[in-house]
Protein backbone atom coordinates (compact mmCIF):
# COMPACT_ATOMS: atom_id res chain seq x y z
CA UNK A 1 0.00 0.00 0.00
CA UNK A 2 1.15 3.40 -1.07
CA UNK A 3 1.43 5.90 1.52
CA UNK A 4 2.64 9.31 1.41
CA UNK A 5 3.09 11.75 4.23
CA UNK A 6 4.13 15.35 4.30
CA UNK A 7 5.36 17.25 7.06
CA UNK A 8 6.84 21.14 7.97
CA UNK A 9 3.90 23.13 7.02
CA UNK A 10 3.43 25.89 9.40
CA UNK A 11 3.14 29.60 9.94
CA UNK A 12 5.39 31.66 8.66
CA UNK A 13 6.06 35.37 7.79
CA UNK A 14 6.58 37.27 4.47
CA UNK A 15 9.80 36.98 3.05
CA UNK A 16 10.30 33.48 5.16
CA UNK A 17 11.13 30.05 4.52
CA UNK A 18 10.01 26.85 5.30
CA UNK A 19 11.08 23.27 3.95
CA UNK A 20 8.32 20.75 3.31
CA UNK A 21 9.27 16.71 3.47
CA UNK A 22 7.05 13.67 1.83
CA UNK A 23 8.10 10.54 3.14
CA UNK A 24 7.06 7.62 0.98
CA UNK A 25 6.44 3.89 2.00
CA UNK A 26 4.91 1.48 -0.79
CA UNK A 27 7.11 2.88 -3.98
CA UNK A 28 10.25 3.55 -4.25
CA UNK A 29 10.67 7.03 -5.18
CA UNK A 30 13.43 7.73 -7.44
CA UNK A 31 11.51 5.32 -9.61
CA UNK A 32 8.70 7.89 -10.14
CA UNK A 33 8.54 11.46 -10.75
CA UNK A 34 7.28 13.37 -8.13
CA UNK A 35 5.89 16.82 -7.56
CA UNK A 36 4.16 18.90 -5.34
CA UNK A 37 1.21 20.75 -5.82
CA UNK A 38 -1.39 23.35 -3.93
CA UNK A 39 -4.49 24.48 -3.04
CA UNK A 40 -5.99 27.63 -1.43
CA UNK A 41 -9.53 27.38 -0.04
CA UNK A 42 -11.98 28.01 -3.29
CA UNK A 43 -9.26 27.28 -5.95
CA UNK A 44 -8.14 24.51 -8.23
CA UNK A 45 -5.44 22.38 -7.06
CA UNK A 46 -2.76 23.70 -8.71
CA UNK A 47 1.08 22.66 -9.70
CA UNK A 48 4.09 23.39 -8.23
CA UNK A 49 7.10 21.87 -9.21
CA UNK A 50 8.10 18.58 -9.84
CA UNK A 51 11.20 16.21 -10.12
CA UNK A 52 11.76 13.20 -12.59
CA UNK A 53 12.98 9.44 -11.63
CA UNK A 54 16.15 9.18 -14.00
CA UNK A 55 18.24 12.29 -13.90
CA UNK A 56 16.14 14.14 -10.88
CA UNK A 57 15.57 16.89 -13.46
CA UNK A 58 13.74 19.56 -12.16
CA UNK A 59 10.94 22.10 -13.53
CA UNK A 60 8.85 24.79 -11.75
CA UNK A 61 5.77 26.85 -12.24
CA UNK A 62 6.61 30.36 -13.21
CA UNK A 63 4.89 31.72 -9.71
CA UNK A 64 7.76 29.72 -7.68
CA UNK A 65 10.91 29.73 -9.88
CA UNK A 66 13.75 30.79 -8.46
CA UNK A 67 12.16 30.47 -4.58
CA UNK A 68 11.20 27.08 -4.52
CA UNK A 69 13.56 23.95 -4.83
CA UNK A 70 12.56 20.40 -4.87
CA UNK A 71 14.75 18.03 -4.10
CA UNK A 72 15.36 14.00 -3.66
CA UNK A 73 17.03 11.81 -0.80
CA UNK A 74 16.76 8.32 -2.38
CA UNK A 75 18.49 6.68 0.64
CA UNK A 76 15.19 8.22 3.01
CA UNK A 77 12.94 8.21 0.49
CA UNK A 78 12.03 11.58 0.35
CA UNK A 79 11.07 14.54 -1.56
CA UNK A 80 11.64 17.92 -0.07
CA UNK A 81 10.17 21.72 -1.12
CA UNK A 82 12.51 24.12 0.13
CA UNK A 83 10.55 27.45 -0.07
CA UNK A 84 12.45 30.65 0.41
CA UNK A 85 11.00 34.62 -0.02
CA UNK A 86 7.71 33.36 0.73
CA UNK A 87 4.41 35.52 -0.37
CA UNK A 88 0.83 35.86 1.18
CA UNK A 89 -0.41 34.21 -1.92
CA UNK A 90 2.06 31.16 -1.12
CA UNK A 91 -0.82 30.66 1.51
CA UNK A 92 -2.35 26.64 0.45
CA UNK A 93 -2.56 23.35 1.39
CA UNK A 94 0.61 21.40 -0.03
CA UNK A 95 0.08 18.12 -1.33
CA UNK A 96 3.28 16.04 -2.93
CA UNK A 97 2.15 13.14 -5.09
CA UNK A 98 3.87 10.78 -7.50
CA UNK A 99 3.07 9.99 -10.96
CA UNK A 100 1.28 7.18 -11.92
CA UNK A 101 3.41 6.85 -15.30
CA UNK A 102 6.64 6.44 -17.07
CA UNK A 103 7.09 9.56 -18.28
CA UNK A 104 9.46 11.89 -17.12
CA UNK A 105 7.64 15.53 -17.39
CA UNK A 106 3.87 15.28 -15.41
CA UNK A 107 1.82 18.33 -14.38
CA UNK A 108 -1.60 17.46 -14.21
CA UNK A 109 -3.23 16.17 -11.20
CA UNK A 110 -4.92 13.23 -13.14
CA UNK A 111 -1.32 12.07 -14.22
CA UNK A 112 -0.72 11.60 -10.37
CA UNK A 113 -1.52 8.27 -8.79
CA UNK A 114 -0.78 8.66 -5.16
CA UNK A 115 -1.29 11.08 -2.47
CA UNK A 116 -0.22 12.53 0.84
CA UNK A 117 -3.05 14.19 3.18
CA UNK A 118 -1.97 17.94 2.53
CA UNK A 119 0.03 20.08 4.86
CA UNK A 120 -1.05 23.67 5.77
CA UNK A 121 1.29 26.45 4.47
CA UNK A 122 0.27 30.16 5.95
CA UNK A 123 2.08 32.95 5.40
CA UNK A 124 1.54 36.54 6.88
CA UNK A 125 1.77 39.71 5.63
Known amino acids: QVQLVESGGGLVQAGGSLRLSCAAS????????MAWFRQAPGKERDFVCG????????YYAASVKGRFTISRDNAKNTVYLQMNSLKPEDTAVYYC??????????????????WGQGTQVTVSS
Open 97 to 114: AAAGGSNYYYRGPPDFAS
Open 51 to 58: ITWGTSAT
Open 26 to 33: GLTLSRKT
